[in-house]
């Protein structure tokens, strides 16, 4: 069965080098909630030269949270944000000899996202001049826009952090929100890929541990017999 691994690169956490010989696709970041350009430059050349693909990671400009906190920004102001952000990375990537195959939002702006029709449609919106397959959680606002705009969406799992009863994710505040051992991510991802209709699985490039945990579950994805290949080649 084929599957794609996917990790939030060039947020300046110091692992992409190592990262990125395992993963499938990478989620640069845009340099707002994170990175810069120096840092997308060098994620940018390290995917080329890896033959990785490359996804848009746009967030928040809210670097003392990481772009984990909501902020209620009015649609204009979040339009704007988006898109001003997209067109920076393009034209990195232009640079870099490198072709953006995904949008995928970060962090706070991918959970808001997620959960309220309101910020989804401005998101997807916001994307109009880059006729490109958005990824989110399966049975979100952002699946629902993406069908109502025509546009491509592909349902998202994540192998470092659990699920609530109703397929959202656990907030990162409360106890037990992540997955630290590598059997129970590969047993969680093969759920979701069976119930849910996954097709990329993400890690987090910023935990100390993405490295050894990337490692673990990538191996045992191929024991069981996946394989591993960007979704967006």
């Known amino acids: 069965m084929l599957l794609d691994l996917n990790a939030d690169l060039g947020e300046a956490a110091g692992f992409d080098a190592a990262l990125m010989p395992l993963v499938t696709s990478a ?12 840092e997308t430059a060098a994620t ?4 080329r030269a890896h033959g990785v693909a490359v996804g848009a990671h746009p967030g928040y400009p809210d670097r003392e949270n990481f772009g984990r906190r909501n902020l209620p920004a009015p649609p204009h102001q979040l339009y704007a944000q988006v898109v001003h952000q997209l067109y920076r990375f393009m034209a990195a990537a232009t640079e870099a000899g490198v072709a953006v195959r995904y949008v995928k939002p970060h962090g706070a702006l991918y959970n808001q996202a997620a959960d309220d029709a309101a910020f989804a449609n401005v998101f997807c919106s916001a994307l109009a001049s880059w006729p490109l397959p958005v990824v989110g959680l399966p049975g979100s606002e952002v699946e629902k826009a993406c069908a109502a705009l025509g546009r491509s969406f592909v349902p998202e799992g994540f192998a470092d952090r ?4 109703d397929g959202s994710l656990v907030p990162r505040t409360e106890a037990d ?3 630290h051992d590598p059997d129970e991510a590969v047993a969680q991802i093969e759920r979701l890929v069976r119930e849910r209709g996954v097709r ?11 490295v050894a945990f990337t490692t ?6 191929l024991a069981r017999g ?8």
């Open 216 to 221: 673990a579950v990538r191996a045992g994805l």
């Open 200 to 210: 990329t699985v993400c890690v987090h490039g910023d935990n100390p541990e993405a």
């Open 177 to 179: 929100a992540f997955v």
């Open 44 to 47: 940018l050349a390290l995917a």
């Open 162 to 165: 659990r699920y609530r009863p």
């Open 27 to 38: 989620n640069v970041c845009c340099g707002a909630h994170a990175g810069g350009p120096d």
């Open 226 to 233: 996946f394989v591993l290949r960007a979704f967006a080649a």
